[in-house]
T-cell receptor, first 111, second 115 residues
Framework: SQQGEEDPQALSIQEGENATMNCSYKTSINNLQWYRQNSGRGLVHLIL?????REKHSGRLRVTLDTSKKSSSLLITASRAADTASYFC???????????FGSGTQLTVLP | DAGVTQSPTHLIKTRGQHVTLRCSPI?????VSWYQQVLGQGPQFIFQ???????GRGNFPDRFSARQFPNYSSELNVNALLLGDSALYLC??????????????FGPGTRLLVL
């Protein structure tokens, strides 16, 4: 079953604009991670935020986490055509030994 | 260093057949996890192995099995294939005993088509 739900399902923006994707989840978590997937191939880890953190930055990426609302957002600033991909949030909960992924946001950056 | 490698990259099988997928983790990683990704959905957890022992199992039928070898490589086996088993099968490795505690590094996947 999918733990997280990304919103929107699809997003199309112009190069240079910012892209914001949201993720909601159902149960308490240890951490939340964001991954990128190009053209149905392997996933690339972008960033991990732990349950006691509220915000994290990595290059053009900014992730926020609101555990009271069980939600997270991923902001990509100054987007590039190469950012075109599917983005997934994934949560780790309790003693579970796996990541539980959301359904993903398909981002298209138009040149 | 090489990343996670998987073989084969593509596979076509018919219903009822058996398939074996292979994964080699990043050097030094002792944890391997398997995920199934159906088109249009996020990956779903199948198994996690750490130090050759099964540490976690997702909600998949007994037709799915896996094992981890002394060199930490892993195989995923699926028996009696169904059309619904058509998917991208992803392998991920990590250092941690608990697969969700830190970054997991994914391989490129094996795309299985069942006819």
């Amino acid at each position: 079953s999918q733990q997280g739900e990304e919103d929107p399902q699809a997003l199309s923006i112009q190069e240079g604009e910012n892209a914001t994707m949201n993720c909601s989840y159902k149960t308490s978590i240890n951490n939340l991670q964001w991954y990128r997937q190009n053209s149905g191939r392997g996933l690339v880890h972008l960033i991990l935020i732990r349950s006691n953190e509220r915000e994290k930055h990595s290059g053009r990426l900014r992730v926020t986490l609101d555990t009271s609302k069980k939600s997270s957002s991923l902001l990509i600033t100054a987007s590039r055509a190469a950012d075109t991909a599917s983005y997934f949030c994934a949560t780790s909960s309790g003693s579970a030994r796996q990541l539980t992924f959301g359904s993903g946001t398909q981002l298209t950056v138009l040149p | 260093d090489a990343g996670v490698t998987q073989s084969p990259t593509h596979l076509i099988k018919t219903r009822g057949q058996h398939v074996t997928l292979r994964c080699s983790p990043i050097s030094g990683h002792k944890s391997v996890s398997w995920y199934q990704q159906v088109l249009g959905q996020g990956p779903q957890f199948i198994f996690q192995y750490y130090e050759k022992e099964e540490r976690g199992r997702g909600n998949f039928p007994d037709r799915f099995s896996a094992r981890q070898f002394p060199n930490y490589s892993s195989e995923l086996n699926v028996n009696a294939l169904l059309l619904g088993d058509s998917a991208l099968y992803l392998c991920a490795s990590s250092l941690a005993r608990w697969g969700g505690e830190e970054t997991q590094y994914f391989g490129p996947g094996t795309r299985l088509l069942v006819l």
